[in-house]
């Protein structure tokens, strides 16, 4: 389960920050980046690992802005927010930003950092969102969302990854009587916004999408898909729910469409959302449910390359057995299937999907919509379930005990 002149690229930039890795999904919240020059084919001698250092508990996936690598990890009886330079793996600063969180389905922290305007953004596993100075970890601000809505802590754990939107930084909460999505001011953590949805809480990370002709968060809940103005008033919900209130993934940009999917035998939904004289109205492109549908993300977004989405599909309730599925995005229609591959998580990049799984493996796959073609694999980590993050072709991995930085360079 489960970045301001630096934060242009969420609206407009696809390539000044394309060396970065700034916070869930990377630079486009798409699990895509733009560099160049990667390995083509597997190297005798397998992938050179640069560096290996200590990190600790949680799911926590990884940021890197201007050469610095930022986590969230559980150690020492806290949540700490921790940096690394990414070419050596020195650490750099730690700061302890809440108590250690613990949870049947795995303690720590969960979410991603977000890198922005000289701070690193990080939400803790029982909702405590603080905000830390890049340049040294100076804690600067933090709030509990949780307690100052009156919410819940979700049955899993808080999972949001942050999002900036407009000098704000949203996150879903606790719910429940004050707030399901609220906005905080970047400068001192102060209340901006709230929507206060009656919603089951899910574990996805919101998105800014262009939606029926203007700029939207769109929210996926634990029971419904939901579009907001940037400013934070109510623009339209499509309900979804899922056993367990499992939503985790974040929703997707098709075309003009909506992707969403979610494991526990659920499925996936391609939407469109249209505006009307009195609103939006919200459409079914394609829709896969059940224990027949194409595509049941569990907790990994799935990754659109040339009008073809690549991502796991996972079988039964939360069960075993993970397919790895390439189906064409207009129509839902299986391209192909990789079956019995395993549950891991995905990036791409330079016409390559990077694979890290629960195994501890590496993957590397070339990316095609006519089969599955594998370029090699090789053991890394002790298991995540977090994508690796990519900067200056460095690719950087964590599991509970270590952060690793992995070269993918291609060579000459």
């Known amino acids: 389960m489960r970045y301001l002149a630096c934060m242009v690229f969420v609206f407009v930039s696809v390539t000044v920050f394309a060396e970065d890795w700034p916070q869930h999904l990377g630079p486009q919240r798409n699990g895509i980046s733009l560099e160049k020059g990667l390995i083509s084919a597997w190297p005798e001698s397998g992938l050179p690992v640069k560096w290996r250092a200590p990190g600790g508990v949680g799911m926590s996936g990884l940021a890197i802005h201007d050469s610095l690598v930022v986590t969230l990890v559980q150690k020492e009886g806290q949540q700490f927010a921790v940096a690394l330079d990414r070419d050596s793996g020195n650490m750099k600063w730690e700061t302890a930003v809440a108590p250690a969180f613990r949870n049947s389905m795995g303690n720590g922290p969960r979410a991603y950092p977000l890198c922005a305007a000289g701070k690193a953004f990080v939400?803790?596993?029982?909702?405590?969102?603080?905000?830390?100075?890049?340049?040294?970890?100076?804690?600067i601000w933090k709030v509990d969302t949780v307690s100052q809505f009156?919410?819940?802590?979700?049955?899993?754990?808080?999972?949001?990854?942050p999002l900036w939107v407009k000098d704000h930084v949203v996150v879903t909460t606790g719910h429940a009587q004050g707030s399901a999505l609220a906005a905080f001011k970047v400068s001192d953590g102060s209340s901006a916004w709230i929507r206060p949805w009656s919603d089951t809480i899910?574990?996805?990370?919101?998105?800014?999408?262009?939606?029926a002709g203007q700029s939207q968060i769109v929210v996926y809940t634990g029971s419904n898909l939901r579009g907001v103005s940037l400013s934070g008033e109510d623009l339209w919900r499509h309900p979804y729910v899922t056993?367990?209130?499992?939503?985790?993934?974040?929703?997707?940009?098709?075309?003009?469409?909506?992707?969403?999917?979610?494991?526990?035998?659920?499925g996936a939904a391609l939407l469109g959302v249209e505006k009307t004289g009195a609103g939006f109205l919200v459409k079914k492109r394609w829709e896969s449910q059940g224990s027949t549908s194409v595509l049941r993300n569990e907790w990994q977004t799935s990754i659109l390359v040339d009008g073809y989405l690549y991502g796991f599909d996972n079988v039964g309730g939360a069960g075993p057995i993970t397919h790895l599925t390439c189906i064409e995005a207009a129509t839902g229609k299986v391209a192909w299937q990789q079956a019995r591959f395993g549950k891991g998580n995905a990036m791409a990049a330079d016409g390559k999907l990077f694979v890290s799984m629960m195994s501890g493996e590496l993957i590397v796959i070339k990316i095609s919509p006519e089969k599955y073609i594998e370029l090699g694999r090789q053991k890394i980590t002790r298991g995540t379930r977090q994508s690796p993050a990519l900067s200056d072709g460095?690719?950087?991995?964590?599991?509970?005990?270590s952060i690793v930085a992995v070269d993918v360079k291609q060579t000459k």
Request: proline share 4%; glycine share 12%.
């Open 150 to 161: 009156k919410g819940r802590i979700a049955d899993y754990g808080m999972a949001c990854s």
């Open 202 to 211: 899910g574990y996805s990370s919101p998105a800014v999408i262009e939606v």
């Open 123 to 139: 939400f803790t596993g029982e909702g405590i969102l603080a905000a830390v100075d890049l340049a040294d970890g100076k804690l």
């Open 394 to 401: 460095v690719l950087i991995l964590r599991d509970d005990e």
């Open 243 to 266: 056993p367990y209130d499992c939503n985790i993934v974040t929703p997707l940009k098709i075309g003009k469409d909506l992707f969403i999917s979610s494991g526990e035998n659920h």
